[in-house]
């Protein structure tokens, strides 16, 4: 069974920096689709970004590429979230999920029904 687990969220002013992390275990395949959802109050569930573990294919949604970036280090079993030059609206609780299989640049994302999903880490960006 395949168990996600983030941390690294926080409050952070605007135009400042986080960097999340997502350590997976279980994963019985070293091809699959692994990335960042995020849920804020009273708006719709938002594709982040995504990257594929097999060859490092990465995704974002047009919300926030330039600022974020996705990495992962295979032998630490770990995807990364780096987002610079955060904003109000980006205040979210993130959550790590996988296996993605479809995701777009308006943020749609489609995480497999038996897939797995992370408890979430609520970044908060204010002043």
């Known amino acids: 069974q395949v168990q996600l687990v983030e941390s690294g969220g926080g409050l952070v002013q605007p135009g400042g920096s986080l960097r999340l992390s997502c350590v997976g275990t279980?994963?019985?395949?070293?091809?699959?689709?692994i990335g960042w959802v995020r849920q804020a109050p009273g708006k719709e569930r938002e594709g982040v970004s995504c990257?594929?573990?097999?060859?490092?294919?990465?995704y974002y949604a047009d919300s926030v590429k330039g600022r974020f970036t996705i990495s992962r280090d295979n032998a630490k079993n770990t995807v990364y979230l780096e987002m610079n030059n955060l904003k109000p609206e980006d205040t979210a609780l993130y959550h790590c999920?996988?296996?993605?299989?479809?995701?777009?640049?308006?943020?749609?994302?489609?995480?497999?029904?038996?897939?797995?999903w992370g408890q979430g880490t609520q970044v908060t960006v204010s002043s």
């Open positions: 999920a996988a296996p993605i299989q479809e995701f777009n640049n308006k943020g749609k994302a489609t995480i497999d029904p038996a897939g797995s």
């Open positions: 990257i594929d573990v097999g060859d490092g294919s990465t």
């Open positions: 279980g994963f019985t395949s070293d091809r699959y689709v």
